[in-house]
């Protein structure tokens, strides 16, 4: 009798721990209903109303960009002071409390830097990383509570700072932004390149803890991408931003990386059976406007079914 007690005891807490172990992978794996989005940086007229929004998916539209560089016809930079570099005609800031009060699954986050400014390459410039960071607490504070944002994206592409550096004034700005109520999210957008690399990692490393979602530029590697090529690479970036939640991406104007045509969608479709797919993000709703937002379409269907 006192054996046949101690199997069951032992079977009841076999059965105890795989239904926990479940639990915490079901607890760790990314939440895969995350669609985003940029917008507003080829000035082409797109509007947030123009986008089909799945109501069963959480929507981010990222403003591209805001930059700490001067607004005249030979930009230069400013030390963290940042201006606005979007289409404000139609994306303001009435147009922002719009879309959100419309859907309540809608946030709108900003970019900052981007691959270039007045014809030239956006340098990240820092002076010293105090000066940066006061400069651009202040001035994005100022920009996001205007307009009524909700997060930022980091996307600079070019460095005149080391990357220890680059790591001190992002992580501060975000930490800072964080504890001050104004921002409620955070995301970085590396791709894979040495020195963009090197600078993120850098980042990663140190402020992790602070960065909510890994928007990494897989339309940068080349053209013709398969899907066997676009899991390794997935997998790598999972493995260098380890824990993060990395999303799948696509670009709509042909440059590159796993076009939906050469199967996006099937490996979008076996990360999320996966539990690794921390969401989708398309560069741009401003080149997407003239097909009718077609993939943008596909993507939220894709996350919004069931796993």
């Known amino acids: ?62 403003l591209a960009f805001a930059i700490d560089y001067t607004t005249s016809s030979s930009s230069s930079p400013t030390d963290g002071k940042f201006n606005v570099f979007w289409d404000t005609d139609n994306l303001s800031p009435s147009q922002v409390s719009s879309i959100k009060s419309q859907h309540s699954n809608v946030k709108v986050g900003l970019s900052l830097g981007g691959d270039s400014v007045g014809g030239g390459s956006c340098y990240f410039s820092p002076s010293s990383v105090d000066s940066w960071v006061s400069n651009a607490v202040s001035s994005l504070t100022k920009i996001i509570q205007e307009y009524n944002l909700d997060g930022i994206d980091i996307d600079y592409e070019h460095f005149h700072a080391d990357p220890d550096t680059f790591a001190e004034c992002i992580g501060k700005l975000i930490t800072t932004l964080k504890n001050n109520g104004v921002i409620s999210f955070a995301s970085i957008a590396p791709f894979d390149d040495d020195e963009v690399q090197s600078h993120y990692l850098a980042l990663w490393k140190n402020y992790a803890h602070v960065i909510d979602y890994v928007n990494f530029q897989f339309y940068a590697y080349d053209q013709g991408t398969t899907i066997s090529q676009f899991i390794k690479y997935f997998q790598t970036q999972s493995s260098n931003y380890k824990g993060g939640n990395i999303l799948a991406s696509m670009s709509t104007d042909g440059s590159g990386g796993l076009s939906p045509e050469n199967g996006f969608f099937t490996a979008c479709n076996r990360l999320k059976s996966q539990g690794k797919l921390g969401g989708i993000f398309v560069w741009s709703a401003d080149d997407s406007k003239a097909s009718g937002f077609l993939y943008e379409k596909q993507s939220q269907a894709l996350l919004a079914a069931p796993r």
């Open 1 to 62: 009798m006192g054996f046949s007690k101690l199997f069951v005891a032992l079977l009841m807490l076999q059965v105890l721990l795989a239904v926990a172990s479940s639990t915490q992978e079901n607890i760790n794996a990314p939440k895969s209903d995350l669609f985003r989005e940029y917008i507003g940086a080829e000035f082409n007229g797109v509007k947030f109303t123009d986008l089909p929004i799945n109501p069963n998916v959480e929507f981010h539209y990222l």
